[in-house]
Nanobody, 127 residues
């Protein structure tokens, strides 16, 4: 079992920055790929980005490329989402999720399912 707890959300003006954190506890964090997803009101949950278990590989949705950066610190069991140049359309509840990499590969990318989820943290970007 892996427990995930997000933090760092809040209210920010357009053009500003926030850094979200997701701390994991329980089973071996470093063996899991990690993803960030978000859900805006009235919309489906969408993939934001992911990082492989080693941290060497990352993948991002086109809508956030060049603005968001995912990193991880396996010694601290933590994954981060640095969000810069925020836009009002980034307003959503942000979730971190853990996934077992396919066939043990050092994979980063969207998945059809995730093994563990955090509770979410609200990010609101005002115009």
């Amino acid at each position: 079992q892996v427990q995930l707890v997000e933090s760092g959300g809040g209210l920010v003006q357009a053009g500003g920055s926030l850094r979200l954190s997701c701390v994991a506890s329980g089973r071996t964090f470093r063996s899991y790929g990690m993803a960030w997803l978000r859900q805006a009101p009235g919309k489906e949950r969408e993939f934001v980005g992911a990082i492989s278990w080693s941290g060497r590989n990352t993948d991002y949705a086109d809508s956030v490329k060049g603005r968001f950066t995912i990193s991880r610190d396996n010694a601290k069991n933590t994954v981060y989402l640095q969000m810069n140049s925020l836009k009002p359309e980034d307003t959503a509840v942000y979730y971190c999720a853990a996934f077992e990499p396919p066939l043990g590969r050092d994979y980063a990318g969207p998945r059809s399912r995730y093994d563990y989820w955090g509770q979410g943290t609200q990010v609101t970007v005002s115009s």
